[in-house]
């Protein structure tokens, strides 16, 4: 048989423009049939006329009983039944290459009006045409070819096709030959004097071919007509998209997550919403807040302020005046509803100091002693 490389590269760029139904069904074309019919079955036919014989003598019977029991080889019939079957797939290829063409030439176009639009002058309008004809053809980002419009058409028309000629060449090799071949056949035509008998080669053999390429016939018709509900399907849901989002191919910039959001500090599950601390701030101080709106956490603020004032108390008894002082930006107020009677009561007693930042580490014998000691840089007031 013939050289099959130009029809096998042709069918090979259809894999890329394909569904999966398309792909497996080029594949069952490549292997059980083209691959299958060049190797096995055409060695098997090779005698398919040279090894017919008839009980005769009379010349040319046995060619005319020959052409009638086999009106045309089934090598040959098989080889037009790959062409015809193949021709839809490669009428949507050239589709494919006619849209690809249309791309470049849609992107040359788009890159002269980018120019043109550095220079000052308004082409929206027709970046936007232009964007609109290639969602029309089916032309997505980085030369995707998505099957849309025209060329979803083509697909399912060429899906059509391949199924008809599929049934079509069945009902036609069933209608010569039969799906099985006998080893006697009775042949009764001028110019053979009477009714004789022909044998044929091999019989069985060729039988198992004819019943295994029948099978590949009914695989892919089921896959023409299984792939034929998909694109349909596909093609639908496609639309309906299409109709709430019809440039939906385009790129949309996602909107920025917010970087700066509050952070909260937590204590015994209490959270609130609290100033990032200074850099200066010792690693022992602590400041506790609360939020005025969660009433699980009232007793906790409650005990954490009068807590805080016992130390700050404490300390100021044994340090004296020599701590240092938080400076006003540190200072948080502690306003709660519920503790604003015992806040006055607070403040009643003795006049509120500001918060000193507490060194939780003991204080060496060395700066005690220097803490008492006059400088001779010291101020005299």
């Known amino acids: 048989m013939g050289d099959w490389s130009a029809l096998g590269k042709l069918l090979d760029k259809v894999q890329a423009y394909s569904t999966a139904g398309g792909k497996v069904w080029l594949s069952v074309l490549f292997i059980f049939r083209i691959l299958l019919l060049g190797t096995a079955v055409e060695s098997a036919w090779g005698d398919e006329q040279s090894a017919f014989r008839c009980n005769t003598q009379q010349p040319g019977c046995e060619n005319v009983c020959y052409d009638k029991s086999f009106p045309i080889s089934h090598v040959r019939f098989w080889v037009l039944q790959i062409i ?41 309008m027709h970046l936007k045409q232009i964007e609109s004809k290639k969602f029309k053809y089916g032309i997505e980002e980085h030369g995707k070819v998505k099957m849309r419009g025209g060329l979803l058409r083509t697909y399912i028309i060429s899906i059509l096709f391949k199924s008809v000629f599929e049934v079509a060449f069945l009902l036609i090799q069933w209608y010569i030959y039969g799906f099985s071949l006998s080893a006697i056949y009775t042949c009764e035509r001028d110019p053979c004097p009477h009714r004789v008998d022909c044998f044929l080669s091999r019989p069985t053999e060729k039988t198992i071919f004819i019943v295994f390429m029948l099978v590949v016939s009914l695989v892919s018709l089921a896959l023409n007509i299984i792939e034929l509900f998909y694109v349909f399907f596909k093609g639908v849901k496609d639309r309906v998209k299409g109709k709430t989002d019809p440039y939906s191919h385009s790129g949309t910039m996602s909107p920025s997550k917010d970087c700066g959001s509050p952070k909260y500090a937590y204590y015994n599950g209490c959270s609130s919403p609290t100033a990032p601390l200074s850099p200066m701030s010792p690693p022992g101080y602590k400041l506790v807040t609360g939020d005025r709106n969660n009433s699980s956490c009232r007793n906790y603020n409650k005990q954490a302020s009068e807590q805080n004032w016992a130390n700050y108390s404490a300390e100021q008894n044994r340090m004296g005046q020599a701590g240092s002082t938080i400076s006003n930006s540190h200072a948080q107020p502690f306003d709660f509803a519920d503790e604003h009677q015992n806040t006055k009561k607070l403040a009643s007693g003795h006049e509120l100091q500001p918060l000193t930042i507490v060194d939780q580490r003991p204080p060496s014998r060395a700066s005690s002693r220097a803490s008492s000691r006059p400088r001779p840089d010291d101020l005299e007031i």
Do not use: C, I
């Open 84 to 124: 015809f079957v193949s021709v839809p797939t490669l009428l949507y290829l050239a589709h494919v290459f006619y849209v690809m063409r249309k791309e470049e030439k849609l992107n040359k176009r788009e890159e002269e009006l980018k120019v043109v639009q550095n220079d000052g002058v308004n082409v929206d």
